[in-house]
């Protein structure tokens, strides 16, 4: 869908090269320009097959790689040149990294006037933070995410995999398609999107912020409970797994009753509205947990499933790998390694009607591009080339 699309991956880690990846997971041509000899950071991050990185295998999947020195004069000057029939270039440095470089987007829209430079940071390119290095956990702690999640007698604790890098990657994919939309059908013309891993967590706050405003409250941990879910918890099985099961609507909540056998709770006067619900549910969540756990799962799961409620099992990436809804949705794809062989992961979402999925290419090796990339589109000799990587440029 994205072919012909050329975009010039900067960035290191996850936040920006990811935004990368999702266009290149839609055809688009992502070169990705490493740092020669050592390559991106994520590379040795592991966890490892047979000295292969695994992360590096998602994460750079459908792109090719290139190294490329820019802290060095003939560096820059060939990042210039590639400026030139690239669409975007997507960074991830500290804000002034790059004008130090001699790289800054005001420089290389001189190369190429149209050039979109997607910018992410931990704090933005402006403000009194905007110096201050970034990471995930920072991004879920100063987004206000990290301290609303967990419960009220413990730290707070911070999600099962890089939230903040990953809203950060998908709001930038976003902000550059419609730059793109806005250059390329409305003749806006090329421009920066700024855009910070804090600023993509607190948009994903719900409520947060006018609630503090306009009522005063300072929402805290509360575990599991949330206030739209009354009732709503993590309930034990009866085989000792754990059903996540919330109920919103006051009609969910008369069909739950039904499923229970229990039409006294749709009766009861302190249950006719959420709001009346969400005043005792911990009652409420502890009467749903015994119906829960005294049943066998089988006969839960088609209580649940006639009545229409939404529900599932906490999965483990072992349930994942073996559930059939995955299997029938090809949600898992597998990519072919040059030498580990078969490398699963998730696939290529989301599912378009008239536009099925190119098979996923591996992720490059370092430098894996440079001939195709040096040679093929700026036109370097291969005698060239051998000065540049004995000058330690590429």
Not at 54 to 80: D, M
Not at 89 to 95: K, L, S
Not at 179 to 208: C, K, N, P, W
């Amino acid at each position: 869908m994205l072919s012909g699309l050329r975009i010039l991956d900067l960035g290191t880690m996850v936040a920006g090269p990811v935004a990368c990846t999702l266009f290149a997971d839609f055809g688009a041509e992502v070169i990705k320009v490493e740092v020669p000899d050592r390559g991106d950071t994520v590379r040795d991050l592991g966890p490892f097959v047979d000295g292969e990185c695994l992360y590096w295998s998602v994460e750079a999947r459908n792109k090719k790689s290139i190294t490329l020195n820019l802290r060095e004069p003939e560096g820059q000057a060939l990042l210039c040149k590639l400026v030139k029939d690239a669409d975007a270039v997507v960074e991830n440095f500290r804000p002034g990294t790059l004008e130090q470089w001699n790289v800054g987007y005001e420089e290389l829209k001189k190369h190429n006037p149209d050039l979109i430079m997607l910018r992410v940071s931990g704090f933005g390119q402006t403000g009194p933070y905007r110096e201050r290095a970034g990471y995930d956990r920072i991004g879920l702690a100063f987004g206000g995410l990290m301290g609303i999640t967990g419960y009220a007698d413990r730290p707070p604790v911070r999600s099962g995999t890089s939230t903040a890098d990953y809203q950060t990657a998908i709001l930038g994919a976003f902000g550059l398609m419609m730059a793109i939309y806005h250059r390329d059908l409305r003749g806006g013309g090329g421009q920066e999107i700024d855009l910070s891993m804090y600023e993509s967590v607190i948009r994903f706050t719900e409520v947060l912020v006018p609630e503090y405003d306009r009522l005063g409250v300072v929402r805290e941990r509360r575990g599991n409970k949330h206030f739209a879910a009354a009732p709503g918890e993590h309930f034990r099985t009866s085989d000792g797994r754990y059903v996540i099961l919330t109920v919103s609507a006051d009609a969910g909540f008369q069909r739950l009753c039904a499923a229970m056998g229990r039409p006294d709770l749709a009766e009861d006067p302190r249950n006719a509205s959420h709001s009346k619900r969400w005043e005792h549910v911990d009652e409420l969540n502890r009467v749903v947990a015994d119906w829960i756990e005294g049943q066998p799962v089988e006969s839960l799961c088609k209580s649940l499933d006639d009545a229409k409620l939404a529900y599932s099992f906490i999965y483990s990436i072992d349930d994942i790998m073996k559930d059939p809804h995955y299997a029938a949705r090809e949600s898992i794809a597998s990519v072919d390694h040059p030498r580990i062989g078969p490398v699963k992961m998730a696939g290529v979402f989301p599912k378009f009607s008239n536009m099925p999925s190119k098979p996923i290419e591996a992720a490059p090796d370092l430098g894996q591009h440079n001939a195709e990339i040096y040679g093929g589109m700026l036109g370097l000799t291969a005698d060239e080339q051998r000065e540049l990587v004995a000058q330690g440029i590429i």
